[in-house]
């Protein structure tokens, strides 16, 4: 069974700073794209950033020049670093990876998602 946990979520004064990490664990053959989504109160849940397992990496328009996605292929963990953040990027936010795993069936690409962290940003 693969599982994503995220951590580094919390309590943040805008203007700020904080960074997120997930980590992927379990039977993991190879990971492909890992992304941060993000669901704000109400709205939909929206991608915020994702990189590919070459290091590609894409952002929304709301988030370029201020959120940096990174990871680390031999520890299956992505970071979300996010500077000079606004009352806006309160959400709880999600990760999500698509991951090549073994089954009793063979092996397959899957998609998975951590359970989420919220962050929460004060004016």
């Known amino acids: 069974q693969v599982q994503l946990v995220e951590s580094g979520g919390g309590l943040v004064q805008a203007g700020g700073s904080l960074r997120l990490s997930c980590v992927a664990s379990?039977?993991?053959?190879?990971?492909?794209?890992m992304d941060w989504y993000r669901q704000a109160p109400g709205k939909q849940r929206e991608l915020v950033a994702s990189?590919?397992?070459?290091?590609?990496?894409n952002y929304a328009d709301s988030v370029k020049g201020r959120f940096t996605i990174s990871r680390d292929n031999a520890k299956n963990t992505v970071y979300l670093q996010r500077n000079s953040l606004t009352p806006e990027d309160t959400a709880v936010y999600y990760c999500?990876?698509?991951?090549?795993?073994?089954?009793?069936?063979?092996?397959?690409?899957?998609?998975?998602w951590g359970q989420g962290t919220q962050v929460t940003v004060s004016s």
């Open positions: 990189i590919t397992n070459g290091g590609s990496t």
């Open positions: 379990g039977s993991i053959l190879n990971i492909n794209a």
């Open positions: 999500h990876a698509q991951i090549y795993t073994p089954t009793p069936y063979g092996r397959r690409w899957s998609d998975y």
